[in-house]
């Protein structure tokens, strides 16, 4: 049903934009979900609650929110700077923020594993102080998911504080509030669902993160596996009911993350469109 | 955020924060972004000429690197074409058109961007592996997709898929279209409205989508790892070689076949500030034109 009768092109372009989403994404996807429906419940459920999935899916969804929690702490104080204090060299450092998603994760895995391996730059000298590995342990997981969730916490909030209305804030001042209380009841709640979503998206990309996680992981089953890896373990041993039915779960997971960031995102706009 | 309400209790009764929360959030965030990412890509470097240039030249010119730095170039070659002509005739029917299901298409489109990039090319296996739905046909007429290069090409167009779609279908519907309708209604055919009119508007927008798009494809590496295979000289894209060559302890190598990915990222990041500039600019001179 075309909007306008005039306008040219629906047909050939919705035919194959269908035609290409059905090849690329949709029959291969679901070639996941007929996998699995050949697999008896039993089956199934055997292979979900064998001790090194359900290993590997604590390490992963715990280390991606600690990861996730700690890229918005930083997130919020990277968009609260670039946005409110001038400084020198600031539009440098603006772009260099997307540096996680511009960077192959390959490189940033074996760079982190680098920097952070016992006698790496900062590995050695968080040993040295704190008598802590962090490279081949689970810590070693959360910093690279650090490392890739930070942009997605810096982009999200960034506009927001940017469009903030310092109206509100002059107003909550004059009408006697100090800073904390202008920043919790004033900033804080209109900055919320745009930290939520950061949150969201640092949180699912972490989740599915496999070449910046691996190098530095260590990857011991049981201790620091990541579900990605154990899906590629299980494929490499011809195990391929095993790698889909942990496929079908992570697929129907980011399905959910999905579903909610959209929530967020649409949550995010309407508090902007009252702003 | 504790640290933050915290130091703003420091002064009350103002609008401004205190100088010394200031440089404190200052430094912090220098600290963050130094230490984040500054000091990874410095160590690219460092480790790269760890032996010297001598060594890191050899590293870029063995037959294994050159062969890899041709198969991600031919990767990207093929899928960025692919992916924006998708991504033209998606934004065209979804920003232009109403019909029912359209809630549907926009959630299918972005769904690559949030499987996990192993999945991506698990999926694959299952309808070209030998195990898979064609496997068995496929060997028969001895074509190989899987752990050969057609598996990697694939892989690389799922998960670039939103990539140019996302850019324009809100650039699209920003726009509007009165100039189109304007063109069309003037006597100009659906082509010449399309070169003339539609494209010029998007440009900025395009290139854009198109840039990030071919940063993902040369340097994807959980899909393609899953369908290649790793046989060196054949299906090791540059990604996978700096793979391999690390878990063989050639550090050297891999860094620097890791330098020119990260060259490729930083060129990636200026192009891609020069693209907001100008889309930012396009848009206020819009605007000044449309009062």
Same mark, same amino acid.
């Given at each position: ?97 997307? =540096? $996680?998603?511009? !960077? @192959?994760? /390959?490189?940033? *895995?074996?760079? %982190? #594993? ?73 900033? =804080? $709640?209109?900055? !919320? @669902?745009? /930290?939520?979503? *950061?949150?969201? %998206? #640092? ?73 | ?291």
């Amino acid at each position: 049903m075309p909007q306008s009768h005039i306008m040219p092109g629906f047909r050939p372009a919705i035919s194959f934009t269908l035609v290409y989403l059905s090849l690329i994404v949709l029959i291969p996807l679901s070639a996941m979900l007929l996998k699995t429906f050949q697999l008896s419940w039993d089956e199934f459920w055997a292979i979900l609650t064998n001790q090194r999935v359900i290993a590997s899916f604590r390490v992963t969804f715990v280390s991606a929110l600690s990861a996730a929690a700690v890229a918005g702490i930083f997130g919020f104080i990277i968009a609260w700077t670039l946005v409110r204090y001038p400084f020198p060299g600031k539009r440098l450092f603006d772009a260099l923020i997307d =540096l $996680p998603f511009a !960077l @192959p994760t /390959a490189v940033a *895995g074996i760079v %982190l #594993a680098t920097i952070y391996q016992p006698n790496g730059v900062i590995g050695k000298l968080v040993l040295a102080v704190f008598g802590v590995q962090i490279a081949y342990k689970p810590l070693g997981i959360v910093f690279a998911m650090i490392f890739i969730g930070l942009p997605f916490v810096v982009r999200t909030i960034e506009p927001v504080l940017q469009e903030f209305d310092t109206a509100m804030e002059e107003a909550a001042a004059s009408l006697g509030a100090n800073r904390l209380q202008t920043f919790i009841k004033v900033i =804080l $709640p209109n900055i !919320l @669902p745009a /930290a939520l979503t *950061g949150f969201a %998206l #640092a949180f699912a990309r972490a989740v599915g993160e496999y070449g910046s996680v691996i190098f530095i992981a260590g990857n011991m089953p049981y201790i620091s596996e990541i579900v990605p890896l154990l899906i590629i373990t299980k494929l490499e041993q011809y195990d391929y009911a095993g790698a889909t039915a942990i496929g079908l779960v992570m697929l129907i997971l980011s399905f959910i993350l999905l579903l909610l960031i959209n929530l967020l995102q649409g949550w995010l706009r309407r508090r902007n469109g009252q702003l | 955020m504790k640290i933050t309400a915290a130091a703003h209790a420091h002064k009350p009764l103002s609008l401004s924060d205190p100088d010394g929360f200031k440089y404190l959030l200052i430094t912090l965030t220098l600290a963050i972004i130094g230490l984040f990412l500054v000091l990874p890509l410095a160590t690219v470097l460092t480790e790269a000429f760890a032996k010297g240039w001598l060594t890191y030249r050899d590293s870029l010119t063995h037959p294994d690197t050159l062969a890899a730095i041709r198969l991600t170039l031919l990767t990207a070659l093929i899928t960025v074409p692919l992916t924006t002509m998708f991504g033209v005739c998606a934004a065209w029917a979804i920003a232009r058109f109403e019909f029912s299901g359209k809630n549907v298409l926009l959630t299918l489109i972005d769904l690559p961007f949030s499987v996990s990039p192993v999945i991506a090319g698990l999926i694959y296996v299952l309808v070209f592996g030998a195990q898979g739905w064609f496997g068995t046909w496929l060997s028969d007429h001895d074509i190989k997709i899987i752990f050969a290069v057609p598996g990697i090409i694939l892989a690389t167009l799922f998960v670039t898929f939103p990539f140019v779609a996302r850019e324009l279908i809100p650039l699209l519907q920003e726009i509007g279209h009165e100039e189109e309708e304007a063109a069309l209604s003037l006597g100009a055919g659906s082509w010449k409205m399309f070169f003339k009119i539609t494209l010029p508007n998007i440009k900025w927008g395009l290139l854009y989508g198109v840039l990030l798009c071919n940063a993902r494809a040369m340097g994807e590496f959980g899909a393609v790892s899953v369908v290649s295979g790793h046989i060196r000289g054949l299906t090791n894209t540059l990604p996978l070689h700096v793979e391999v060559t690390y878990n063989e302890y050639d550090f050297v190598g891999s860094f620097a076949g890791a330098s020119l990915l990260a060259g490729l990222a930083v060129v990636t990041l200026v192009i891609k500030t020069f693209l907001e500039w100008r889309q930012a600019q396009d848009l206020k001179s819009a605007r000044v034109a449309s009062e």
